[in-house]
């Protein structure tokens, strides 16, 4: 039996998890939510709610994959007890695994696609309209869109086909300490705009006048929502670095570091954006169209646009490319255990299966356009979407919940023994009826409230 890799060092784990849990979602989601939930108030929750329902589905993850040292697809296997069929969610962690690298690497060129117009001065003197088609104008091009797509799959690829810590390690630590650089550095920038002050007092300070005008219940459902979607839980992608890591340290700790960064790359990025909102006079509730269409625009306002912009959309696409190579990894680690071949072979078999995979997202904006997907959103991406947020997310970490706190799985003794071994935080037993008992039932709200929302 061939030895497991391992993690370098444990600044290595924290960043490639952090980098799992911070994707688009905190930088183009977190804003636009904050804007629409009323600022202040709905940061409040957002921060409660993460504490609340994060944590401890995380720690869950984790334990699950260093106590069998497996991948997702093999870990219940490893803990279950003969005659159960718990190992089947490991399979369609993997399954859930491929349908968010169907989108996600689609979206991940468009930020690449949007590095290279500002880069290349491709937005300088162009009036806002003109600005806001170049978006419209990208979708309805299948090649530019597909051609990036590539890009982002064969790199992500090779960096992974390399090993785990001389290819994935490596390059997410420069990545993640460089993206913590960059939003610090265009946050600063942010705060000398003439609208700081109002952006940040909106954005900062609850007001709970303004959320009772939004509607209680939608600020703090968003806010919930936001919280249990930001850190991807519920396909395995952290079970896997869970599996590459040591006994050091208890994992609450770890999850709680990882919860921290994740919420300072989201909060900052809200920090970058609504002063400049509030500086030129857009809506901050202007939705996914804040990022593509309001941004450039106000890049092409300011001194030094075209340097600013460029940062910005470097940041953008080392958030999204830190995701991709965690799910990557997570699925190249499942295809070795599956079928015994080499890193190498897994990776080149996947590269090309999450290439194919991808193009009916690149083509559903424009060749492949249906009006059947406008319940979901209007695209495939919206559909593909939908699935893995909707259904593989929650009730995936339902499952994982379930299987760590009932005696018909794994059971919380063993749980709590595993996460609790090493220094640092640790799981507490007067924690256990609430994780137990009412976090299973915050979850399915969270999942049929999802659906309500999508389709009534």
């Known amino acids: 039996m061939k030895e497991r890799e391992k993690l370098g060092s444990r600044l290595g784990f924290i960043l490639i998890s952090a980098g799992c849990a911070i994707g688009i979602g905190n930088v183009w989601k977190f804003p636009y939510m904050a804007g629409q939930g009323g600022g202040g108030a709905f940061v409040l929750f957002y921060l409660i709610f993460l504490l609340m329902l ?19 697809v093999k870990a219940y296997y490893a803990l279950e007890k003969p005659g159960q069929k718990w190992h089947i969610h490991g399979y369609i962690t993997l399954i859930g695994c491929y349908l968010l690298m169907m989108f996600y690497t689609t979206v991940a060129g468009w930020m690449l696609h949007y590095f290279y117009l ?49 290819g994935l390690e490596k390059v997410t630590k420069v990545m993640m300490i460089s993206l913590l650089l960059i939003m610090i550095v265009l946050a600063v920038n942010s705060f000398f705009m003439d609208g700081a002050k109002e952006g940040l007092s909106f954005y900062l300070i609850p007001d709970f006048g ?31 670095f869970g599996s590459y890591i040591g006994k050091e340290r208890s994992l609450l700790g770890e999850s709680l570091n990882i919860a921290l960064l994740d919420t300072f790359v989201a909060i900052t990025s809200g920090l970058i954006i609504f002063p400049a909102c509030f ?33 910005f959309f470097v940041f953008m696409s080392f958030a999204a490319f830190s995701t991709i190579l965690a799910v990557f990894e997570n699925i190249i680690s499942c295809g070795m255990e599956l079928t015994g071949w080499s890193r190498k072979k897994s990776s080149f078999v ?43 997310l929650p009730l995936g970490s339902l499952v994982y919940l379930l299987f760590c706190t009932s005696q018909y799985g794994w059971g919380w003794k063993n749980f709590t023994t595993e996460a609790n071994t090493g220094k640092g935080l640790k799981m507490q037993n007067w ?15 969270i999942f049929f409230f999802g659906l309500y929302d999508k389709f009534f």
């Open 118 to 166: 500002t880069a290349t001065g491709k937005f300088t003197g162009l009036d806002s309209e003109t600005v806001s088609e170049q978006f419209n104008t990208m979708l309805s091009q299948p090649f530019v869109m597909g051609f990036w797509m590539v890009v982002v799959v064969i790199a992500g690829i090779l960096v992974c086909s390399i090993g785990l810590q001389n």
């Open 350 to 392: 996947n590269a090309i299966a999450i290439i194919l995979l991808s193009i009916p997202c690149v083509l559903g904006y424009n060749l492949w356009s249906w009006d059947g997907f406008a319940v979901f959103g209007g695209a495939v991406l919206d559909f593909e979407d939908f699935l893995v947020s909707n259904l593989f």
């Open 279 to 311: 500086t030129f006079n857009v809506d901050q509730t202007s939705g996914p169209g804040l990022i593509f269409i309001t941004l450039p625009n106000i890049f092409n306002h300011i001194p030094m646009g075209r340097l600013w912009g460029s940062l």
């Open 54 to 72: 994060g944590l401890p589905i995380m720690t869950m993850e984790f334990a699950v994959g260093r106590a069998s040292q497996k991948s997702p």
């Open 431 to 445: 924690m256990r009826v609430y994780i137990t008992y009412i976090l299973p039932l915050i979850v399915l709200f």
């Open 210 to 240: 303004r959320m009772k005008e939004i509607g209680i219940i939608k600020t703090i459902t968003g806010a919930m929502n936001q919280a249990f979607f930001t850190l991807s839980l519920g396909i395995g992608a952290m079970a896997i």
